[in-house]
């Protein structure tokens, strides 16, 4: 790999794409160093229960006889629009932390999974940072400066601040970190912005904000609604299926009057 490398933080199998399709095409028509990694892809134990909360997700999901396989499978295909491989991290979706051995879990409701980071999960941004740490050395870009994305949590899903908070431990000097909106829910609320970005700009305020727009082609957005559209259990839940998706994500994406994504960076001091 050559050049500076530009990693992506996707919490889960689909953020990166639903959330930066437009830029991942953008910069690889371009012929720039991607790498996208999702934080939670974890396998889950077919003998460990599920709460009643993931029990009625995976019916959401079509009750496939192996979610995390089918999703992986779902990644894969939306990643190879970008000439791109998946990666994957070993940590589990909220809704399946806790103790399921005891029947308890951290995350059993919307409002919950969309509220305050659980108490037991106080430490995880830092677990979150070793391990992509690690995975940086595997891939001989530990001593790299990077460009990373990073989702603002618009929304408030507590795996998107939990990559949120982990990228303050992450960055290094010299990297370059900027925040992306997290794609549908900045469509869904978009009063939620100014929150997530007041956030953000507390954990970072020793560096400060600059606005990053990338104009995005008609092809980009194609390649990014063709992408999302390979993640097929999500569709509906999220768009009411794949021909709403792309009139949604293309009206989106064109809302003021061009083509685009917008992102605010920061540039790591040191």
Known sequence: MTGTPYIFLSPHLDDAVLSCGGTLAHLRRNAVPVTVVSIFAGEISNTEPLSPFAAAMHQ???????????????????????????????????????????????????????????????????????????????????????TFYVPLAIGNH??????????????????????????????????????????????????????KIISLTDADVQTKMDAIAEYRSQLAILFGGEAEMRAQVRDFTGKDGYFAEKFQGSRVAG
């Open 60 to 146: 959401f999901w079509g009750a496939p006889a192996d979610v995390i396989a089918l999703r992986r499978a779902e990644d894969r295909a939306a990643l190879a629009h970008f000439g791109l491989q998946p990666h994957w991290l070993s940590f589990k979706d909220a809704i399946y932390r806790g103790e399921p051995a005891r029947g308890e879990w951290f995350y059993t409701e919307n409002p919950e999974l969309f509220g305050a980071i659980h108490p037991a999960e106080r430490d995880f941004p830092q677990k979150i940072a070793a391990a992509r740490r690690d995975f940086l050395r595997r891939e001989n870009l530990l001593d790299t400066p990077a």
């Open 158 to 211: 507590v795996d998107h601040q939990l990559v949120r908070l982990a990228a303050k431990y992450l960055a290094r000097p010299g990297d370059a970190v900027f925040f992306y909106e997290d794609y549908p829910y900045v469509q869904w609320n978009p009063a939620d912005r100014a929150r997530a970005l007041r956030e953000t700009g507390d954990l970072w305020r020793a560096t400060g904000f600059r606005e």
